[in-house]
């Protein structure tokens, strides 16, 4: 629609800036960097360039427009134990942030996670905040943009905080800003996906080397689907933060304008995790084993029920295993268990369940019965196809004698290899007798076999 036109966008230093954020932007706050306390900001800058030094930041193969890509940014994952986020068709696993003052640490990276967990309850009560404290804050020499009057009933309960690092100086391709013409994208237009409705997100902006002279990064917001409103943008200094409240990561659509200097953000985010903990799925596995019987003399299993609609229950609670944890950890998951060991056991197990339930697809599509074992299995499939061997070779050798078995003066060889092979076929997957009879009646059909030779 736009062509090679560009829709207008203010910043800070453009007339009408702040009368445009009032109206068509305020569920945004920024909250400078003064009102947090310094020696946090040294904490957590020690514990983001820990986690760069360990090579913790990777970047995430993820689905844009059906196409497969890698994000510009690197990006790892801190936040309430056993919890995922889902973004892009990509599920991301949690590096464990200390769940309580007692919680051990032996299975995450270290102390890193502490100072991220602690900027997360810094950041989370912010979004509430009176105008009180609005006041001190600005009495203190520290004013902050629009901030919040009220919204969320209470202070938000973030559970995970997406880390991100980019050095624009390594990137050689970021994309420009197509509509407004803001400059080099390091995260381009979005919402962010799967959160609690109406829940804030908050984000903390850590820039390497701000002192030297270029440009600073700069978030820019647009409202979603709209050409008319014009944009906005906000430069951000190291150590500010920035608020999404109420709906406008809904209405609205944010990105990340790249400066000149490498940058670290954490995204302190309260995900939709209904259905993206650990014990979620683990509590989904155990439905579906429940009906699985296992004889503990003989170890043969068995399934309690065959009703059709049993089956499609855990068939999808097998599906949801394999696609949205099994294949999601290998795939991406796994590439941290060089730093933390937290999720290798609980993937192992849910392995476990998934090979359980494949056992019960199995009990489920086999005619006969507890051929649950491979044994069962490779023995049926041999003398099927011994049975057909047979069958074949007498027939065979009764055309060379012109013996007494054949019936048909004239044999037609080509019929007689498709009865075979379609008998042979049917051997592999369906059951001796059925594979049989269906063998037999082709070499009938064929004139191969009379009926009183049977
Ligand atoms: O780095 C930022 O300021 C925001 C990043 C962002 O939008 C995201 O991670 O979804």
């Known amino acids: 629609e736009l ?65 497969d890509v890698f994000t510009a940014v690197s990006r790892v994952l801190l936040g309430q134990p056993g919890t995922t986020y889902r973004y892009l068709d990509t599920r991301l696993f949690t590096i464990p942030w200390p769940a309580g003052s007692t919680e051990t640490e032996t299975t995450g990276l270290g102390p ?47 559970n995970v905080t997406l880390l991100n690092y980019m050095d624009p100086a390594a990137m050689s391709q970021l994309k420009e800003e197509p509509y407004y013409g803001m400059g080099k994208m390091a995260v381009g237009w979005h919402h962010d996906e799967n959160l609690v409705s109406l829940s804030p997100v908050a984000v903390y902006s850590y820039s390497c080397h701000e002192d ?49 200097s490498a940058r670290f953000s954490s995204t302190h985010r309260v995900a939709e995790c209904s259905t993206g903990t650990l014990d979620y799925i683990q509590s989904r596995c155990r439905e579906a084993l429940s009906n699985l019987s296992t004889d503990p003399e003989t170890g043969t299993h068995s399934l309690l029920s065959l009703l059709p609609a049993t089956l499609q229950g855990y068939e999808e609670i097998h599906n949801e295993v394999e696609f949205e944890w099994l294949r999601q950890y290998w795939f991406q998951g796994q590439r941290y268990t060089r730093f933390c060991s937290w999720w290798a056991r609980p993937m192992e197990q849910l392995e476990n369940d998934w090979r359980e339930m494949e056992l019960m ?3 489920h599509r086999d005619p006969l019965g507890p051929s649950n074992n491979t044994y069962y299995e490779s023995v049926y499939r041999k003398v099927c196809v011994s049975a057909v061997v047979s069958v074949c070779v007498v027939t065979l050798q009764s055309w ?3 013996g007494t078995l054949v019936s048909l003066k004239q044999p037609r060889p080509e019929l007689c290899s498709l009865s075979l092979s379609l008998s042979l076929s049917l051997s592999l997957s369906l059951s001796l007798s059925l594979s049989l009879s269906l063998c037999t009646l082709c070499l009938r059909q064929c004139g191969v076999l009379s009926s009183n030779h049977i």
């Open 212 to 260: 030297d002279k270029g440009e600073g990064v700069r978030i820019g917001l647009k409202v979603a689907w709209d050409i008319h409103t014009p944009g906005l943008t906000l430069p951000l200094q190291s150590g500010d933060s920035y608020y999404l409240r109420d709906d406008l990561n809904r209405t609205h659509q944010h990105c990340v304008l790249a400066g000149d």
């Open 400 to 402: 060379a004698v012109g």
């Open 3 to 67: 062509g090679d036109q560009r829709i207008p966008y203010l910043g800070p230093s453009d007339h009408g800036f702040q009368q445009l954020w009032e109206t068509s932007y305020s569920g945004l706050a920024l909250r400078r960097s003064c009102s947090l306390p310094e020696e946090l900001h040294g904490r957590v800058e020690a514990a983001l360039l820990t986690l760069r030094r360990r090579g913790c930041f990777l970047r995430d193969l993820v689905k844009v427009r059906d196409r």
């Open 361 to 363: 697809v199995r009990l």
């Open 112 to 158: 890193q996670e502490k100072p991220v967990a602690e900027l997360k309850h810094s950041l989370s009560g912010y979004h509430i905040e009176d105008e009180e404290d609005e006041d001190q804050q600005i009495g203190q020499g520290c004013s902050n943009l629009n901030p919040a009057k009220t919204s969320c009933p209470g202070p938000a309960q973030f």
